[in-house]
C-alpha cells in the first residue's frame, strides 16, 4: 500500500487522498494578456521532473502541498501552504 | 525432428524474409525525421512514401517498434463519438481499418464484434441516445437498445450486476466496433514503409532538437546528429519530453493506464462490452484471453508500473457483469501512458515551430485512429498544410478558446 503523508494527520493512505494538479501562479486577470491567460488556463508542466503539487486528504478536508518526482513517484515532502518557503 | 527443420538449423543465414531492414548507421540527412516506431508513426512514414513519394525518412524508436502505446492498448476500433469532428475523423480511420490487411498484405485479425456501452443510470441513457443520435447524424451505425436486446446478444452478462452496482438499463450499440491485432498494425506498417525506402531505427534516442529562428534544422540522438527540416513527434506519453526539446507548451498530463488479461477460454464472448460507469471495457481476443482495461490511475505519473489495487478492482468490476469469470485466472496485467488533454481529444499537425510536427495528446483514444493519424499526418508534412479531417485539433486551440469536447472518449465517466 502506497502511503502519503499528510501535514496535519501524519502517514495515510493513498486512497484517502485526492490529486489536485500542480502549483501554479496565477497572473493577475486585469492585466494579463489573452495569450498570458489561455497559457494559465489550459498549459501544465507535463514534463518529467520534481513538481509541486496539490493533495487533499478526504476524511479531514487537508489541501496541503507535496513535493513529487512524477517518474519515480516519490513524494520528498509534504507541508501545509501557510509552511511554504516564500522565496 | 524434421528434416527442413534440420537444415535450417544449419543455414548460416535466415530462411524466413525479415520484416524490415535494420540499417546500421544513420544517414547524415533525412528529408523527414519521426520520432518514435509505434502505429501512428510508422503509418505517417509508410504514407509518406505511398501517398507523397517522400522515401528519406527515418523513424527513430528508443526501443523497439510498438513497444509504447501500440502494444500496451486493448485493441478496440470504432467511431461512435459525440463531436462531428471526432466521429468524422474516427469514422475514416474505421474505413481505412476494414481494407488495411490487404492494403499492408498482413492479417490483422480484424474482427467486428459490435460494440456496447452499457449505461447503469438514466444519466448514463441520456448520454448513449445523445451518441446515438449524434451518430446518426453522420451516418456512422450506432443505436440505443434496451436490457433484452442485450440479453439476447450476451446472453452470459448479469444486467443487475449481482446488485453490487445500478443495474444496466440500455446500451448504446455500435454494430462496427471491432478489435484488431494491434502489433500486426504497427510491423505491417513497418514492413510497408521498409519496402518502400524509409529505414527503421530501433534502440535510438533522440537526445535534442535543434531549431534556428523558429525552424528545425536536425536532431541530436545517442547515434550522432541528422539534419533534417522537419519532425514529427509520435510518442504519445513520451511528449512533455520531446515538447521540451523545442521549448513548446501544451496541456498534456501524463497518466497510466492498467489493463489485463485472463487466461485463453473457448469463445463465448463475440461482443465488446463497456461499462462507463464501471470503467471496464472487456473483449475476447482472437487466443481466447479476455482482455480488459480500466480508467486513468488518479494522478499523474510518468510510470508503466503495475499495481494490485488494479487488479482487485478490475476483477471485481468484471465480475459484476460476467459473475462466472470467479475462477478464472489473470494471466498479465500492464500499464501504459495515456498523454491527456483537458477536451480529450489529440492534438494534430503544424506547430509554431516551422518543421516541428506533432501527432500527440492521444490518451486513451490513439490505437483506433492509427491509419487515418498516419495519412493525414503524412498530408500534413509533406504539403505543410494542415488536412482537413484533423485541422480542428492544431494545438492552437488552447491559445484560441476552440475546443473539442469529446465525451465519447473510453475515459469519460457519463
Known amino acids: ?87 | 525432428m524434421p528434416l527442413n527443420l534440420l537444415k535450417f538449423a544449419f543455414r548460416s543465414d535466415y530462411g524466413e524474409p525479415r520484416m524490415f531492414r535494420r540499417p546500421d548507421r544513420l544517414r547524415e540527412e533525412y528529408d523527414v525525421v519521426i520520432i518514435g516506431g509505434g502505429g501512428h508513426g510508422l503509418a505517417a512514414a509508410y504514407y509518406l512514401a505511398v501517398e507523397h513519394g517522400i522515401t528519406n525518412v527515418a523513424v527513430l524508436e528508443k526501443s523497439y517498434i510498438g513497444s509504447g502505446g501500440t502494444g500496451r492498448n486493448t485493441a478496440i476500433v470504432r467511431s461512435n463519438y459525440l463531436t462531428e469532428e471526432g466521429a468524422r475523423f474516427y469514422q475514416a480511420s474505421v474505413d481505412l481499418f476494414r481494407d488495411l490487411s490487404r492494403t499492408l498484405d498482413l492479417n490483422l485479425f480484424y474482427s467486428e464484434r459490435g460494440h456496447f456501452t452499457m449505461a447503469h443510470s438514466l444519466a448514463s441513457l441520456r448520454t448513449q441516445r445523445w451518441r446515438a443520435e449524434v451518430n446518426k447524424h453522420l451516418g456512422i451505425d450506432s443505436q440505443e437498445v434496451g436490457p433484452d436486446f442485450i440479453k439476447e446478444k450476451i446472453p452470459e452478462i448479469d444486467l443487475t450486476c449481482g446488485g453490487h452496482q445500478p443495474p444496466i438499463c440500455g446500451a448504446l450499440y455500435h454494430p462496427p466496433g471491432a478489435i484488431a491485432r494491434h502489433d500486426a498494425v504497427a510491423w505491417g506498417y513497418a514492413r510497408g514503409a521498409d519496402q518502400r525506402g524509409c529505414e527503421i531505427h530501433q534502440g535510438v534516442s533522440v537526445t535534442d532538437i535543434e531549431v534556428r529562428d523558429g525552424a528545425v534544422t536536425g536532431v541530436h540522438t545517442d547515434k550522432g546528429f541528422v539534419k533534417t527540416t522537419r519532425v514529427l513527434s509520435a510518442v504519445a506519453g513520451w511528449t512533455t519530453h520531446i515538447q521540451k526539446m523545442v521549448g513548446l507548451r501544451s496541456p498534456l498530463v501524463i497518466h497510466p493506464l492498467q489493463a489485463l488479461v485472463t487466461e485463453p477460454l473457448k469463445p463465448w464472448l463475440n461482443a465488446i462490452v463497456v461499462s462507463a460507469s464501471l470503467h471496464t471495457y472487456i473483449s475476447q481476443s482472437s487466443r481466447g484471453e479476455l482482455v480488459a482495461g480500466a480508467s486513468l490511475d488518479p494522478y499523474e505519473l510518468i510510470s508503466m508500473r503495475s499495481t494490485l489495487d488494479f487488479a482487485e478492482t478490475m476483477a471485481g468490476h468484471m465480475m459484476d457483469l460476467f459473475p462466472f469469470l470467479g475462477d478464472i485466472k489473470i494471466m498479465r496485467q500492464w500499464a501504459g501512458l495515456c498523454d491527456m488533454t483537458p477536451d480529450f481529444s489529440p492534438i494534430m499537425g503544424t506547430t509554431a515551430i516551422d518543421g516541428f510536427f506533432l501527432d500527440a495528446g492521444w490518451g486513451t483514444w490513439g490505437f483506433k485512429a492509427t491509419p487515418i493519424s498516419g495519412y493525414a499526418m503524412a498530408h500534413t508534412i509533406a504539403t505543410g498544410d494542415n488536412h482537413d479531417l484533423i485541422r480542428p485539433f492544431n494545438l492552437s486551440r488552447f491559445s484560441e478558446f476552440d475546443q473539442v469536447g469529446e465525451k465519447g472518449a473510453a475515459s469519460v465517466g457519463h
Not at chain 1, 500542480?22 to 494579463?32: A, F, H, K, L, Y
Not at chain 1, 514534463?47 to 478536508?61: A, F, Q
Request: charged letters at 25%; proline letters at 9%.
Open chain 1, 1 to 87: 500500500m502506497k502511503i502519503l503523508t499528510c501535514p496535519v494527520n501524519g502517514p495515510r493512505p493513498i486512497q484517502e487522498f485526492t490529486y489536485g494538479g500542480e502549483v501554479r501562479d496565477m497572473p493577475c486577470p486585469d492585466t494579463s494578456t489573452d495569450t498570458q491567460w489561455a497559457d494559465y488556463i489550459f498549459n501544465r508542466t507535463g514534463e518529467p521532473g520534481v513538481r509541486r503539487e496539490w493533495w487533499h486528504h478526504g476524511p479531514s478536508g487537508v489541501w496541503f502541498v507535496a513535493e513529487r518526482d512524477i517518474i519515480g513517484d516519490n513524494v520528498l515532502k509534504t507541508y501545509l501552504w501557510s509552511a511554504r518557503e516564500t522565496p
